[in-house]
């Protein structure tokens, strides 16, 4: 694929990964086929900023992790009062990380 | 979410989670409260229950048998209760046998939950139980 194309992409969406794997996806999307230009421009991410925002809102009844597809550790949170208290602080920390790691997992379906 | 990381995540929990009710327990039935208070810490910050409010007296009221209680107190207890009862026991039998069918169930869990069909009641459903708790006080 096109230099110009896959800085474009990264420009675009490097906020919502880590930093670490941009280098990664860089790589992958320049070997990549043209015709899975398409697909990958119209994924949707979800904002790190965003799940902070709901993290710090609405984490005592797990809507982050709900939010960001881990229903299981939403029901768990929401069960438990956010695990007393103390699991939705911590999550306060997490949650950013834990969202971009879900884009990484949804972007790397769509690369390989 | 990998094998490892999950069952590591889980037995946290459920470790947590006991340490928490016996804890409690304890305190509610020892004769000498040194005024430490139980409960929900979002309630003693903010007075409003939140929906799993009363799930620890739930327990209890399950564990001396009263089950029209601990619905009355609420009903989040007795799914919790059966997730405790089972979890630990599931994890010990997939570690001893070095499989993952927990984390086979836990993953087709989250799909049936994430159905549209399944997921706007089971959402009606604690709002109604918040409403309830609010509405009781606890």
């Known amino acids: ?112 | 979410m990998g094998r490892n990381k999950l069952y590591f995540h889980l037995g946290i929990a459920c470790l947590a989670g006991y340490i928490w009710f016996f804890v409690n327990y304890s305190i509610t039935y020892s004769h000498e409260n040194n005024g430490i208070e139980t409960g929900c810490l979002i309630k003693q910050f903010t007075d409003i229950p939140c929906p799993s409010c009363g799930a620890t007296r739930s327990l209890i009221s399950l564990m001396h048998g009263h089950i029209i209680e601990s619905l009355y107190w609420n009903p989040f207890g007795i799914v919790l209760f059966v997730i405790m009862l089972i979890t630990p026991i599931w994890l010990l039998v997939d570690c001893l046998y070095h499989r993952a069918s927990l984390l086979w169930f836990y993953k087709k869990t989250e799909l049936f939950l994430k159905q549209r069909k399944v997921a706007i009641p089971a959402i009606l459903l604690v709002l109604i139980n918040w409403g309830w708790n609010i509405y009781k006080g606890l």
């Not at chain 1, 421009?41 to 597809?69: A, E, V, Y």
């Not at chain 1, 306060?92 to 790691?101: G, H, L, Q, Y």
Request: glycine share 10%.
């Open chain 1, 1 to 112: 694929m096109d230099a110009q194309k896959v800085d474009m992409f990264i420009m675009a969406n490097g906020k919502f990964f880590e930093s670490h794997q941009i280098a990664q996806i860089r790589d992958r999307l320049l070997v990549l086929d043209d015709d899975k230009w398409g697909m990958i421009q119209t994924l949707q991410f979800k904002d790190p900023t965003t799940s902070l925002i709901i993290s710090l809102l609405g984490g005592n009844l797990g809507i982050d992790r709900f939010m960001i597809g881990d229903t299981g550790l939403g029901v768990g949170k929401l069960l438990t009062c956010g695990g007393f208290g103390i699991w939705a602080i911590i999550d306060w920390f997490m949650i950013m990380d834990a969202t971009r790691e879900k884009n990484m997992a949804k972007i790397q379906l769509a690369l390989y």
